[in-house]
């Protein structure tokens, strides 16, 4: 049938151990000083007991208001609460988290709120990658999600779940930075009002979280907060969507996570395909709080996110191709060796987590162009039905639209060209195509195909 063969190199079975490869990975011995306050701490003095008891006091005093009323009260009350919640937690959780007053650390985050804010005001203009909605309160968002790793920096570690983490330790993972930049968005509405008709919302899918905006015409749009770029996903319609998940209030949701209830979760939870899934007690990622579920198997210790303007919005539906971005193949760990250049080095590195997910779109592709019809002469006489190829025809254009729109949000041609470049220099190599050939190929067999039957 004359098919082409796109020289797209495949990830090798499963590998070497997934932390062989993580640089930085945590077990430091504790510091004397730490072990002091440990001693302190069992006798009720220092910074935990008191920022525990504070928060204790704060929690009591609004939560039976709260759940016979089902009433907000002021952002101020909310976010002072959020806070004493999240610094109880981070120190907390162990003898190498910072120990800090509740009052120094309010003073720290409104340092960072201020900063992110002020970073945000003069990024409002940034260009929303193709194939998201042209929005200003989405443009206001992405500013905000952009300024907050300015300050926060670009280091992800899955300990690090806390608000109190993109302040004090300049690391964050998925949860630590949802809550943190809905807690700022909801700063920034106080100030300006910049949402309309819509809602800031946590989303929540198998072992993951992001924040979002659910738009007025029902769209939901979510930002990645592991990724070092725009990192937008597009979900289309939330009803259509009937893979696991849940959206949640930023407002309600938080309030009632802080206050640790379960009273008047029907104001939080807008929309979910998960019923009676809770989160893990322990694991990896223990703390996904009341309305998260699933428990991944992400690696350890410090990655550098990688950078992404657009993330297809299947792939956090995927545990394996959500926290590819994460990995470290070994493979492409003794390519990267040879480049000593580390800033070309991490480029080459970033655009190869690209190529996992152009490769997830491939195989995809051809698994479903092999079901509709085997090519091979032998087998002509079983040709599938008029409507399975239908349906096959839908969902492969399906794939290569999906292909081509993340190529071209993140402009993958030109990181494609600048990587070979890269490796020529130093006569490496990746067996690969430009995505835009990989996506013109896929639309010649499947042209082919349809002109066989």
Do not use: W
Not at 155 to 176: F, G, H, M, V, W
Not at 224 to 251: C, L, Q, Y
Request: aromatic share 8%; with cysteine.
């Amino acid at each position: 049938m004359g098919i082409e063969r796109p020289a797209l190199e495949q990830p090798a079975p499963p590998k070497i151990n997934r932390r062989k490869f993580i640089a930085g990975a945590t077990g430091a011995a504790v510091a004397t000083g730490a072990l002091a306050y440990l001693g302190r701490e069992k006798l009720g003095f220092g910074p935990l007991p008191e920022v525990r008891e504070a928060y204790s006091k704060e929690k009591e005093a609004l939560r039976a208001s709260y759940e016979k009323t089902g009433e907000l009260p002021a952002f101020s009350t909310r976010r002072k609460l959020a806070l004493l919640s999240d610094l109880t937690a981070y120190m907390e959780r162990g003898p190498d988290s910072k120990r800090i007053s509740f009052e120094d650390f309010q003073t720290k985050f409104d340092e960072f709120s201020a900063n992110v804010l002020d970073g945000a005001s003069r990024g409002e203009k940034t260009k929303l990658p193709a194939g998201i909605p042209a929005s200003p309160v989405l443009r206001k968002m992405l500013a905000l999600k952009l300024a907050f790793h300015t300050h926060a920096g670009t280091t992800y570690n899955k300990k690090y779940d806390s608000i109190a983490d993109p302040i004090l330790e300049k690391r964050s993972q998925c949860r630590s930075g949802t809550e943190g930049l809905l807690l700022l968005a909801q700063e920034a509405t106080e100030r300006d009002n910049f949402l309309s008709d819509e809602i800031l919302v946590a989303v929540h899918t198998y072992g993951h979280a992001q924040p979002g905006l659910l738009l007025k015409n029902g769209e939901l749009i979510t930002f990645e907060m592991t990724s070092a770029g725009h990192g937008i996903r597009n979900f289309g319609r939330m009803t259509d969507i009937k893979k696991p998940i849940r959206v949640v209030r930023a407002d309600h949701g938080m309030f009632q996570e802080a206050l640790d209830t379960n009273a008047n979760r029907d104001k939080a939870v807008l929309y979910e395909t998960v019923r009676d899934v809770v989160p893990p007690e322990q694991g990896t990622m223990a703390k996904l709080g009341k309305f998260g579920f699933g428990e991944p198997q992400v690696p350890d210790g410090d990655i550098e996110m990688p950078k992404a303007d657009m993330l297809p919005a299947d792939d956090v539906f995927s545990d394996a191709r959500l926290y590819n971005r994460m990995e470290r193949e070994q493979s492409e760990e003794e390519v990267l060796r040879a480049i000593r250049n580390p800033e070309e080095r991490e480029f080459v590195r970033n655009y190869m987590v690209h190529h996992r997910t152009l490769v997830n779109y491939y195989n995809a592709y051809v698994v479903r162009f092999n079901e509709v019809e085997n090519i091979t002469e032998a087998n002509r006489r079983h040709k599938v039905s008029e409507q399975a190829f239908l349906a096959a025809e839908s969902e492969l254009n399906r794939l290569i639209g999906l292909l081509e729109e993340y190529e071209r949000a993140n402009a993958l041609d030109g990181q494609y060209a600048r990587a070979q470049d890269i490796l020529g220099a130093y006569n490496k190599t990746i067996r690969m195509v430009a995505p835009s050939d990989t996506a013109r190929v896929m639309r010649h067999n499947l042209s082919l195909l349809k002109s066989k039957r």
